[in-house]
């Protein structure tokens, strides 16, 4: 990181930072290519180790670059807001991001997906326990995110 005076270690502020957004956004690489998608996301902590997870089809390119390609890039901000100026390079922003990197794999078993979709759930909308039909844990990818690295900026 450049700015060393922006970084962001403590844990706790980390913490509340990634509990209070909602859009994770997942980089791969396709052959060359990045493709960038924004998901929605849950997490856990495990041994201080994030954990995202998400969610989607068995099917379409951000499916098959996750079978494909493992390792990817992701980011997360928000707190924006506007700082003005008198000339527009004296505009600037107050913002707060974590950026890193991991390792996807999707996940097979039951009982993570039903974790998986309820971290994501808990991230949403608040509740953490939920039900979930058969046919639409057998139809719906839930995708693992172990992060590797992981840094966090604020202005």
Same mark, same amino acid.
């Given at each position: 990181?450049?700015?060393? +005076?922006?970084?962001?270690?403590?844990?706790?502020?980390?913490?509340?930072?990634?509990?209070?957004?909602?859009?994770?956004?997942?980089?791969?690489?396709?052959?060359? +290519?990045?493709?960038?998608?924004?998901?929605?996301?849950?997490?856990?902590? =495990?041994?201080?180790?994030?954990?995202?997870?998400?969610?989607?089809?068995?099917?379409?390119?951000?499916?098959?670059?996750?079978?494909?390609?493992?390792?990817?890039?992701?980011?997360?901000?928000?707190?924006?807001?506007?700082?003005?100026?008198?000339?527009?390079?004296?505009?600037?922003?107050?913002?707060?991001?974590?950026?890193?990197?991991?390792?996807?794999?999707?996940?097979?078993?039951?009982?993570?997906?039903?974790?998986?979709?309820?971290?994501?759930?808990?991230?949403?909308?608040?509740?953490?326990?939920?039900?979930?039909?058969? =046919?639409?844990?057998?139809?719906?990818?839930?995708?693992?995110?172990?992060?590797?690295?992981?840094?966090?900026?604020?202005?």
């Amino acid at each position: 990181m450049r700015r060393c +005076d922006r970084e962001i270690t403590d844990k706790r502020m980390i913490e509340e930072f990634i509990a209070g957004e909602q859009i994770l956004r997942i980089a791969f690489n396709d052959g060359g +290519d990045i493709y960038i998608v924004p998901v929605n996301y849950g997490y856990l902590l =495990e041994n201080e180790n994030y954990v995202f997870y998400f969610h989607g089809a068995k099917a379409g390119r951000k499916y098959e670059l996750a079978k494909l390609n493992p390792s990817v890039g992701f980011e997360i901000d928000g707190k924006f807001s506007l700082m003005t100026g008198e000339a527009a390079c004296d505009y600037s922003a107050h913002f707060q991001s974590v950026i890193g990197t991991g390792r996807l794999s999707l996940i097979l078993e039951k009982e993570e997906k039903i974790l998986g979709l309820n971290a994501l759930m808990k991230q949403t909308t608040q509740h953490a326990e939920w039900k979930y039909s058969e =046919e639409l844990l057998r139809e719906t990818a839930v995708f693992r995110l172990d992060v590797n690295r992981m840094s966090c900026k604020a202005k």
